[in-house]
């Protein structure tokens, strides 16, 4: 996954599409490097398959009948996590990951986690070196043959999601990337889908419901994050009569519902580690009222990760999801208001009352003090004002008669808390 620079003030960003129309052009045209595969990498953890255990194939159709997942954005918090639920419901399926070399040592010891749990890992797991931002992915020519004879699913992950990031690096990894992610598949020889993870927050600026197959509805945007990964769905919607693409557009992504785990604080967590600060500094009395941030009218659409992977699964190898777009999100989202009572609850303040405008609160990121403490970023606030509300029928369809269901963050954030309590380091740090 592609390193996040430090995020800069966001701003409302107008589309920069005309740029997308010269995608292949604009790669790089420096030759990619050579690059090693992870059976050549000293670990017994992960071993490369690609010619001890080729896919079978039918003589019906010439596909393989094990899944061989290309992937990238791996070993990300999401990722890893995808690879293992894959593991579970497929326990035939083999993997090949797109891995900047500097991520070798994270990638490698990651897998040899998950083998401990999925033996079959071992022997299915592959590593291959390069960069989404580079002509041929940066994969070398053995590297990019394999990928392309084997290969039935990719699935594209990597992205740069920090919300302040420079349009420059964004419009690269985000738009770019994506474009060469395509290229490549339509060299795969037995591809069988191409699952792309978009946003929910494409819809930008938008109000009111954003449907499922709504895309350009002439929306501004937040920030050059949304922006570039609105650039990069139209460029993999324009392409989905070669490609068979199956898009998936998550809400906001928060920790496991049954551990809380995650591996970073932002977003609606600067709420939690407001509550937790004040909590552990002895701050405020308990029983004392707070008040909200903004109106809290505002619906704040979160998705678990875990419910997130195992829906994404689900969606993934559903008969009917080619060329469908799928949103991941809450249909009965909470709203700023009841999740702020919510946290009121857990950590023992009063009742929620009154209100400070947003304005109070960039105010209060100028202080050095509480900014570098509470590690306050002004770029999430505009999440607790969207007054959009994004319809999930596609994925409830694919999901219908699975067991997969969609917890109330009422009933789970006391363990999304508990792992903040745990871990938070302020200034707001995971410890691990």
């Known amino acids: ?235 993999v919607q324009e392409r989905r009569d070669r490609i068979p693409t199956v898009i998936i557009r998550p809400a906001i992504v928060i920790g496991d519902s049954q551990t809380g785990e995650t591996d970073k604080f932002d977003g609606p967590y600067a709420l939690i580690r407001l509550h937790a600060f004040i909590e552990e500094k002895g701050l405020i009395p308990r029983g004392i009222p707070l008040p909200l941030i903004g109106p809290g009218i505002a619906k704040l659409n979160l998705v678990p990760v875990d419910y997130l992977v195992k829906a994404s699964v689900q969606v993934a190898f559903w008969k009917d999801a080619v060329g469908k777009v799928f949103q991941i999100s809450d249909p009965r989202p909470a709203s700023t208001r009841e999740f702020v009572e919510k946290l009121h609850e857990i950590y023992g303040v009063g009742p929620v009352r009154g209100s400070l405008p947003f304005w109070v609160i960039r105010g209060m990121a100028q202080i050095k003090w509480l900014r570098e403490t509470l590690d306050i970023q002004t770029d999430t606030l505009v999440y607790m004002d969207v007054h959009a509300e994004y319809d999930c029928a596609n994925t409830l369809a694919a999901l219908e008669g699975s067991g997969i269901e969609l917890p109330d963050i009422r009933e789970y954030l006391p363990r999304i808390v508990e792992f903040v309590r745990r871990n938070v380091r302020f200034k707001g740090q995971a410890k691990y």
Not at 15 to 33: E, H, L, N, Y
Not at 74 to 89: A, D, H, K, N, S
Not at 95 to 114: D, G, S, Y
Request: proline share 4%.
């Open 1 to 235: 996954m592609a390193d996040e620079k430090k995020p800069t003030k966001s701003k409302t960003t107008k589309s920069t599409r005309a740029k997308t129309t010269s995608t292949k052009k604009a790669a790089p045209k420096s030759p990619a490097k050579k690059t090693t595969s992870a059976k050549t990498a000293k670990t017994t953890a992960v071993k490369s398959t690609a010619k001890k255990s080729p896919a079978k194939t039918t003589k019906k159709t010439g596909r393989a009948t094990a899944p061989v997942v290309f992937m990238t954005g791996f070993p990300g918090f999401i990722g890893r996590r995808l690879v293992e639920r894959l593991f579970e419901t497929r326990p035939d399926i083999s993997f090949i990951f797109l891995v900047q070399k500097k991520f070798e040592p994270l990638a490698v010891n990651t897998l040899r986690h998950i083998a401990e749990r999925h033996p079959q890992a071992a022997d299915r797991c592959e590593i291959v070196f390069g960069d989404i931002t580079k002509a041929h992915l940066g994969l070398s020519d053995e590297d990019r043959h394999r990928v392309t004879e084997r290969a039935t699913q990719v699935w594209h992950l990597a992205a740069i999601y920090a919300l302040g990031v420079e349009l420059a690096l964004a419009y690269r990894v985000n738009v770019l990337g994506t474009a060469n992610v395509m290229d490549l598949c339509e060299q795969c020889k037995k591809l069988d889908r191409f699952i792309y993870y978009s946003t929910c927050y494409v819809s930008g600026t938008r109000t009111g419901a954003v449907l499922e197959d709504e895309l350009e509805m002439g929306q501004n945007f937040k920030n050059n994050y949304e922006a570039t990964k609105f650039e990069a769905e139209v460029i």
